[in-house]
């Protein structure tokens, strides 16, 4: 998912008791399964009028325990008219987002298990139903309906075990009187039925969460081109077709760059991008169709927007290696769907426009989230200890998105260009299709660069803030040596780090012209280092290749 600028720039005030942070998950925050799902069979149809869907959904799903007599899903706000299994009623009750199904006997571990469920739901949020709108006789956005599941919105139209930890396939059917769908997955079948509406069957058997299922019904002009034998389709509104070179002209090189880049192949077997109206958010990465809001693709026509735009596509396609190939175990590991997907954004910059602007776009991030703190000096960590509540899991966008991309960096030039790039290779292969925690990410930096990371996912991942260096330097020509004081100013409290750990270097720029590079490491709140300089010294200047843009430096010289 990507915020739009405008979210970006919302920030929210909030006080927080402190609380002891370990470098480790928080069990409390992973959420205990009964059964793996295996498979979702979906049958639906709409009434666009009373906002209503009709369901008929069957979980086939193995117990992870013997002997339970309930099974719960999350379903909010269903009525549901049966439950059965193999055509036998189950006893069932709703008790509040919930719907709780009584097994005919004790589970076994061995059997698998189709639990049908037949339903109407008028849901709030999950489907969302998109009236025509005109502007006289210009049309602004046809009628719509589609979906969004992140983070635990599939629950008001999907009775499931709607949490990014469980993984399945699904077949879905969508029974409508138009016969513009658009969705994950490959089309099996169309069947034309006696009351003019026709079904639409679609799978997808690559297991993915709950939240990525989508689909999208609407009036549509579809634009298709392909990335070797991979169809790709550009879906928007009637007339509006020349907006497709502006806003997706450089998707099959992004997808180039993000396959040489990663050095995996794209995961699927097809990807689509879909514009909507009325979408909370810039863009939402659902598996094999991307949704993105139309008014964030239209700012493409405007020249100086145009960045902003690639950008989001990018981001999009990004989540196809992260996110929706290995996915986050909890809600409280997001960043290492949208950190990445960030910095995949700068990444791709860098590809297609150098290094001199992949710093840039590296250095706004940076400047985004510091700038974030300002106003909110503690919100969380990268890993979220706040996930719990998923309504303000995106409510401080600036961490996850921002301080995660510009961490992904800076673990890049601590491990070195190459052991960055065989570690992500080696990250995506390993955990193909499977849900990842940080830990994994930590194991193969560690793996393949022989270094010990504990320390640096500890203070840049388990722990909030970033550090704030006072620096002062004193120069002693009869000495031909300089004195560098570091002093870490940041707030210490039990959710911050007190003293950074910061492989640092530093340049010094001499007076007739000659510069230096030495190497400083920090790991005190307050830190003396003395240098060499047989001339005068000019300038010295703190991280001059931009390994660190987290760390703040301030002091009498500094701007």
């Known amino acids: 998912m990507m915020f739009t600028r405008s979210a970006l720039a919302t920030l929210f005030l909030l006080s927080i008791s402190a609380f002891a942070v370990n470098a480790q998950p928080d069990p409390r925050l992973d959420r205990v399964r009964q059964y793996d799902v295996e498979h979702y069979s979906i049958k639906l149809s ?7 869907v009709r369901g008929d959904t069957t979980l086939r799903l193995r117990p992870l325990k013997t002997g339970l007599k309930t099974l719960e899903f999350d379903a909010v706000a269903f009525s549901f008219s049966r439950v059965s299994l193999e055509d036998r009623d189950l006893t069932f009750r709703t008790i509040k987002d919930k719907v709780m199904v009584d097994l005919p006997t004790p589970s076994d571990t061995e059997r698998n298990y189709e639990i049908r469920f037949e339903y109407t739901a008028r849901p709030k949020k999950g489907i969302y139903f998109i009236e025509e709108r005109r502007s006289g006789d210009r049309l602004v956005h046809p009628a719509q309906i589609w979906t969004q599941g992140q983070p635990d919105e599939a629950r008001h139209w999907l009775p499931s075990f ?112 879909t514009m909507v109206a009325n979408f909370e958010f810039g863009g939402m990465e659902n598996i094999t169709a991307t949704t993105m809001a139309d008014t964030e693709i239209f700012y493409a026509s405007i020249d100086f927007m145009r960045g902003n735009v690639e950008d989001l596509v990018a981001h999009e396609i990004a989540h196809s290696w992260f996110g929706n190939n290995t996915t986050c175990k ?42 974030h703190t300002s106003t ?53 292969e390993r955990h193909r ?31 909030s803030g970033h550090p704030k260096v006072r620096v002062t330097n004193r120069f002693a020509p009869n000495k031909k040596a300089v004195t560098l004081t570091f002093i870490q100013t940041q707030r210490v409290s039990p959710l911050t780090t007190a003293a950074y750990k910061l492989p640092l270097e530093v340049e010094l720029k001499f007076a007739d012209g000659t510069s230096r590079i030495e190497k400083v490491d920090i790991a005190a709140r307050a830190t003396t280092v003395t240098l060499k300089a047989e001339k005068a010294i000019n300038e010295v200047t703190f991280d001059p290749a931009t390994k660190i843009p987290l760390a703040v430096f301030s002091g009498p010289g500094i701007k």
């Not at 007339?239 to 995961?267: C, D, H, Q, W």
């Not at 290492?336 to 860098?350: D, K, S």
């Not at 510009?406 to 790039?421: A, I, K, P, S, T």
């Open 376 to 428: 909110t000096p503690v919100s969380h960590a990268l890993y979220n200890r706040r996930a719990g509540d998923t309504s303000v899991l995106f409510r401080w966008p600036a961490v996850t998105y921002n301080k995660g991309g510009v961490v992904v960096h800076q673990l890049r030039e601590q491990v070195g260009d190459d052991n960055f790039w065989r570690a992500v290779k080696l990250f995506l």
């Open 46 to 52: 709409f009434d666009p009028k009373q906002k209503l």
């Open 433 to 463: 299709f499977s849900s990842v925690e940080t830990a994994d990410l930590q194991k193969v930096m560690e793996e393949v660069s022989g270094q010990k990371l504990g320390w640096f996912f500890d203070q840049w991942v388990f722990r």
């Open 162 to 273: 709607d949490f990014p930890s469980d993984k399945a396939s699904y077949r879905n059917c969508l029974c409508q009187e138009t016969d513009h769908y658009w969705r994950n997955g490959e089309t099996v079948a169309v069947i034309e039925n006696p009351d003019g509406t026709a079904t639409h069957h679609f799978r997808l058997d690559i297991p993915h969460p709950t939240y990525l299922i989508s689909f999208v019904v609407g009036d549509y002009v579809k634009i298709s081109e392909s990335f070797r034998d991979i169809p790709l389709g550009y879906y928007v509104y009637p007339g509006r077709e020349n907006i497709v070179p502006f806003a997706y002209g450089k998707t099959i090189r992004m997808l180039e760059a993000m396959e040489e880049l990663t050095g995996i192949s794209f995961p699927f077997n097809k990807y689509d991008q």
């Open 330 to 371: 909890t809600w409280a590991d997001l960043w290492l769907n949208e950190g990445f997907a960030t910095f995949f954004e700068a990444a791709i910059r860098e590809k297609f426009y150098g290094r001199e602007e992949y710093l840039r776009k590296v250095g706004l991030d940076a400047e985004n989230y510091v700038n």
